[in-house]
């Protein structure tokens, strides 16, 4: 039998934005910026950030212990910002990806797991 591993990212649209208004939860402030997130066929993850002002984004992405494995600054400046995330050497687990600036943040959750596959060849022999 031959075993083949493949790093799969799973379910990185279930999201919900959060917004940074603590004195009025139920009206949050629209964000300047929008963001997306979803998963290559080649299973990295790829990441677009649309700015409506010049604010500083940041790109993070934390692990289930709540450590920073990848982070990215985008300028101010960029307006439009699109990025591959190669996830390959990542163990598996649950990870969060935020997508944040001063006013607020969007979080997404990650999944990560291996998928064994098993391909059987058949062996036929005469004697």
């Not at 990542?90 to 969060?96: F, M, P, Q, R």
């Amino acid at each position: 039998m031959l075993t083949l591993m493949s790093k799969l990212a799973v379910s990185i649209l279930m999201s919900a934005a959060t917004f940074a208004n603590p004195g009025n939860p139920t009206s949050p402030k629209a964000l300047s910026f929008g963001a997306s997130a979803y998963v290559t066929i080649d299973n990295q993850i790829r990441v677009a950030v649309n700015k409506n002002e010049e604010v500083p984004v940041e790109i993070l992405l934390r692990n289930a212990n709540d450590l920073i494995v990848f982070r990215q600054t985008i300028s101010k400046k960029d307006l439009k910002y699109a990025l591959k995330m190669n996830v390959d050497e990542l163990t598996d687990g649950k990870y969060e990806l935020e997508i944040k600036s001063e006013e607020g943040s969007i979080k997404k959750e990650l999944n990560l797991s291996t998928q064994t596959s098993q391909a059987t060849s058949r062996v036929v022999a005469m004697q």
